[in-house]
């Protein structure tokens, strides 16, 4: 199981930023994919799920309006997007499979996608 | 939410040694916490799921324990490679929420 995300971007205040992750090494279907960042410093935040079977989705309402999750099964890649960046919003973004009750055990990792956001 | 609170925030021990990291949470989440290590730079890796249950894969020098609000993770004799992070995370609501995390070196 490999989990692969984009490279770093670097943004401007108020633009978007899409990362993507490609999934191999199980069936892409059957896993839930889950979204946590980590700002510089600080501890891992959730910030939801995309049900890769059926396409629904659950966001932590601290983002919710600002991001979009999305899957594209033919490909085995999901997607976050994360618009009306602010500083804040650096840090290191991680896709995760999650696996269990409420596909809460993050049990295979990508890599992390560092989005930088400066004017 | 629930919060998380793990202790100490930073250890250092010796090869060897046997380290126990500790995980409050705010309030009761049953035994729905998750225990992951992460090393400089790299992704986390499940250690221990529901509180107790080792992954598959994971050395048997960890081990997870408690329920309710205390929980702990115990490192049974210390290795050089077990310099990382370790952070808690609980699912027993949403938002999931991790820990601060507990900074562990080796002397």
């Known amino acids: 199981v490999q989990l692969a995300q984009s490279g770093a971007e670097v943004k401007k205040p108020g633009a978007s930023v899409k990362v993507s992750c490609w999934a191999s090494?199980?069936?892409?279907?059957?896993?839930?994919i889950q979204w946590v960042r980590q700002a510089p410093g600080q501890r891992l935040e959730w910030m939801g799920w995309?049900?890769?079977?059926?396409?629904?989705?659950k966001f932590s309402q601290k983002f919710q309006g600002r991001v979009t999750f999305t899957s594209d099964t033919s490909a085995s890649t999901a997607y976050m997007e994360l618009s009306s960046l602010r500083s804040e919003d650096t840090a290191v973004y991680f896709c995760?499979?999650?696996?269990?009750?409420?596909?809460?055990?993050?049990?295979?990792w990508g890599q992390g996608t560092l989005v930088t956001v400066s004017s | 939410d629930i919060q998380m609170t793990q202790s100490p925030s930073s250890l250092s021990a010796s090869v060897g040694d046997r380290v126990t990291i500790t995980c409050q949470a705010s309030?009761?989440?049953?035994?729905?916490l998750n225990w992951y290590q992460q090393k400089p730079g790299k992704a986390p890796k499940l250690l221990i799921y529901?509180?107790?249950n080792l992954e598959a894969g994971v050395t048997s020098r960890f081990s997870g324990s408690g329920s309710g609000t205390d929980f702990s993770l115990t490192i049974s004799r210390l290795l050089p490679e077990d310099l990382a992070t370790y952070f808690c995370?609980?699912?027993?609501?949403?938002?999931?929420?991790f820990g601060q995390g507990t900074k562990l070196g080796i002397k």
């Open positions: 529901d509180a107790y």
């Open positions: 995309i049900n890769t079977g059926n396409g629904n989705t």
């Open positions: 309030q009761d989440i049953s035994n729905d």
């Open positions: 995370q609980q699912y027993h609501n949403l938002p999931y929420t």
């Open positions: 090494g199980y069936p892409f279907t059957t896993y839930t």
């Open positions: 995760a499979r999650g696996r269990g009750v409420g596909a809460a055990l993050f049990d295979y």
